[in-house]
């Protein structure tokens, strides 16, 4: 059974940086495709970020791109999510998620608050 903890979520000033953390289990994830989603008040789940397991090709949402980056260590069966240059609007509780490279996204974990204040 996968399994995905998060953490390293917390409160920061606009502009400051957090690192996202997602601890995954149960599976060899080499054709697996990982990806960080968030959700904020009201609003729906939407992507941020994906990375391929295997290759380490990686996709942003357009909001975030150029400010966020993903990154996987192989070794320690681990996602991350570097978040710079925060700003309010990406306050959110922030997902980690699995899916086969062909399928959907059928393993989440319990999501991580991140809240940046003005």
């Known amino acids: 059974q996968v399994q995905l903890v998060e953490s390293g979520g917390g409160l920061v000033q606009a502009g400051g940086s957090l690192r996202l953390s997602c601890a995954a289990s149960?599976?060899?994830?080499?054709?697996?495709?990982m990806a960080w989603f968030r959700q904020a008040p009201g609003k729906e789940r939407e992507f941020v970020a994906g990375?391929?397991?295997?290759?380490?090709?990686?996709t942003y949402a357009t909001a975030v791109k150029g400010r966020f980056t993903i990154s996987r260590d192989n070794a320690k069966n681990m996602v991350y999510l570097q978040m710079n240059d925060l700003k309010p609007e990406d306050t959110a509780v922030y997902y980690c998620a699995a899916k086969r490279i062909i399928g959907t996204y059928d393993y989440w974990g319990q999501g991580t608050q991140v809240t940046v204040s003005s």
């Open positions: 149960g599976r060899a994830f080499s054709t697996y495709a």
């Open positions: 990375i391929n397991w295997a290759s380490g090709s990686t």
